[in-house]
């Protein structure tokens, strides 16, 4: 399930938009239908109010955050959880190996979650000889291929029918003409049994309240109910940044979270997790771990400009919305997270040279910003990677004297406009070519249709 | 030190420099629902659009009386825990691994997201495993908004709640909607009183 790196991102691009395009048509197609969505559900409430309150209450909690996690570590322990930090991967990742070793856990089912990607969960167990199963239906479908999830709400929206009718028929034997119900039917067989014969299940977790102890989960499919209620041990991953202060909370975070992820008014399943089974309960598992993973996060918490992005709720309203996003899903990025998100997590978490030229794959459209349900301003943190990339000299040096050059132009209008004028006689596939900055551009794109007349002309002769 | 204090220590190193942001206080949402005045209703509007059915009912016996019917369409039955006695279907009973029909006591609902509140007490394994699934809720169990739901439950948390709106669903396959992935296809609320 390998994921490359934030450094291949160029050449993975071009090689998906050149050689799959198949995979822009899923994308594109699932994106904008996800965002069609969120649009009318947005119409339904009071959408800058309900944004205002989630970004203030999140933004209280970041400022907040020691007073949080020492009040929910205090009520998880007092629910009868067993409370766990991970500053790291690989801390959190011994954490759950101490787990598996004293239960002696050989099966596990595993809940959807973005955390447990990051953390490399998967091919710990693999490692370590216990079977490992995605319950999620799209995840289902990537493990099956060995791919990683290409978006964090719909980690198999790069793969048509066809594509699941072919794997299904590869592992199951069923008909190449199935029906998506008669796929999902045998996938419900197979991960039934899987549910039933598990001995661990792990989730992520959406939010955690810290005045009750409560990990909140979100999802469609039941599965994630499914594995933190048939095994008899429960691990719950959570970044330190999934706090609430109180219950009351989730009303609103629940409801804009699916109103902005998929445009439901609530995920059709929640689980409100406080705790392990109790005395009179007749199932549920008798161990709930919670692991309280750091990787990153206080390293992101302590940037001046970036620390915002703690904010988000996952919802993947800015991958939906993101025109270089949908031209290739999430595999380019070669990060868990993709799309606008995943470009100002990157640097935070990663660090910035790791996570070039990330900072660099939008074209600063600024619609994410529109449509963040917690107001975090990509743009703006986009912008503030990138000058902090010139400033320690992570840019090419093409590009950066291609930049010198424009602002030097920029600053002389006769120059500008002469430079201009110039320009609209460069042949395309010569001279776009080899132009710095715009090469690359040029390169996998058709030339765009001049107007008639420069801009700066029709500016001056008044735009009829 | 351990790895919670050196967390800890981090974030207290940063958030001096951080502007305090204040709590903004209790979720308005809407303020007052499209339906408020008839919060039944509204429950059934929500919960039927994503795919639930509600059937409405009476009086405990006339609920009593739908089930008999109803579940005379099936072989075999798993029931909540806390389900009262006289609205048990007549059918066999069986684990909710088996079990054709689950039937839960629901603990409450909520209006706004056309939600049925499920309680960890009444049994997690029928709520979810058997294909068709029916839950009782009370009249006056039906909150308007989730944030009322929320403070009525939060006075009495079991280990789980589950919040269930309509039946299981999932377009990860070629983006075309299936319901009954892993819970159940079909999910009906009967709503008492
Ligand atoms: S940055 Fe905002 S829009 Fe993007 S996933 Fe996070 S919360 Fe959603």
């Known amino acids: ?321 993101c025109p270089v996003y949908r031209q290739t899903g999430g595999h380019p990025y070669g990060f868990t997270y993709s799309g606008p998100i995943g470009a100002i997590l990157a640097p935070g978490l990663l660090g910035l040279e790791e996570a070039m030229p990330l900072p660099f794959a939008s074209s600063l459209c600024g619609a994410c910003a529109d449509v963040c349900p917690v107001r975090i301003p990509i743009p703006d943190i986009l912008l503030h990677w990138r000058e902090r990339a010139v400033e320690a000299g992570l840019v090419p040096a093409s590009e950066r004297l291609g930049m010198r050059a424009y602002a030097a132009l920029a600053e002389r209008p006769r120059a500008f406009a002469a430079a201009g004028a110039g320009l609209r006689f460069v042949p395309w596939a010569l001279g776009g070519r080899a132009l710095p900055v715009l090469g690359g551009w040029s390169g996998e794109r058709a030339p765009p249709e001049l107007s008639p007349r420069p801009f700066h002309r029709l500016w001056k002769e008044g735009i009829e | 030190m351990s790895a919670r204090d050196r967390i800890l220590e981090r974030v207290r190193a940063v958030l001096p420099s951080r502007e305090d942001a204040a709590h903004p206080g209790p979720f308005l949402g809407w303020r007052a629902g499209p339906l408020a005045s008839d919060v039944p209703g509204w429950f059934s509007e929500m919960f039927t659009k994503a795919g639930g059915e509600v059937v409405r009912v009476g009086s405990p016996g006339l609920a009593s009386a739908w089930l008999a019917d109803f579940a005379a369409g099936f072989g075999t039955a798993s029931v909540g825990a806390t389900l009262p006695a006289d609205l048990i279907p007549q059918l066999a009973i069986a684990p909710p691994e088996v079990a054709e029909l689950g039937v839960s006591m629901g603990r409450g609902a909520v209006a706004e997201t056309g939600s049925l509140i499920l309680d960890a007490r009444d049994g997690r394994r029928t709520q979810l495993l058997p294909p068709t699934h029916v839950v009782l809720v009370r009249v006056e169990d039906v909150h308007a908004t989730l944030a009322d739901a929320l403070d009525h439950v939060s006075h009495d948390l079991p280990s789980a709640v589950g919040l269930h ?12 909607t299936v319901t009954g992935v892993h819970g159940p296809g079909r999910v009906l609320a009967l709503i008492v009183g």
């Open chain 1, 1 to 321: 399930m390998s994921r490359g790196r934030p450094a291949g991102y160029a050449r993975a691009a071009a090689d998906t938009i050149r050689n799959k395009p198949q995979i822009r048509s899923a994308v594109t197609a699932a994106t904008k239908s996800f965002d069609a969505h969120r649009r009318e559900a947005w119409s339904q409430i009071d959408v800058d109010a309900w944004r205002d309150w989630c970004r203030d209450v999140k933004q209280h909690v970041v400022t907040h955050l020691d007073r949080y996690l020492e009040e929910a570590e205090a009520k998880l322990l007092a629910n009868g959880v067993r409370v766990h930090w991970a500053e790291s991967a690989e801390e959190a990742l011994a954490v759950l190996g101490a787990v598996v070793d004293e239960a002696g856990i050989r099966r596990v089912v595993k809940a959807k979650s973005m955390l447990t990607e990051e953390l490399g969960v998967n091919e710990y167990l693999e490692g370590r000889g216990v079977h490992v199963r995605e319950t999620d239906l799209g995840e289902y479908i990537i493990q099956l291929l060995g791919e990683p999830p290409s978006h964090i709400v719909g980690p198999a929206i790069h793969r048509s029918l066809d594509d699941s009718r072919r794997l299904f028929h590869e592992h199951f034997g069923t008909p190449m003409d199935s029906s998506p119900e008669a796929l999902a039917a045998t996938a419900r067989q197979a991960l039934r049994e899987e549910f039933l014969a598990a001995d661990l299940g792990i989730s992520g977790g959406n939010f955690l309240v810290a005045e009750t102890g409560t990990l909140a989960l979100i999802e469609n499919e039941g599965n994630i109910r499914l594995s933190t209620s048939a095994p008899p041990v429960h691990v719950a991953f959570v970044g330190i940044e999934k706090l609430l202060p109180r219950i009351a909370d989730l009303s609103g975070f629940l409801q804009i979270t699916a109103r902005a992820a998929t445009g439901q008014p609530i995920g059709n399943y929640v689980s409100l997790i406080s705790g392990p089974r109790r005395a009179g309960e007749i199932d549920g598992p008798e161990t709930v771990h919670v692991v309280l993973v750091d990787n990153g996060r206080t390293r992101l918490l302590g940037e001046d400009v970036a620390w915002e992005a703690l904010r988000c709720v996952r919802c993947g309203a800015c991958l939906n919305i």
């Open chain 2, 165 to 176: 709106s309509g039946p299981s669903k999932s377009a990860d396959i070629g983006q075309i």
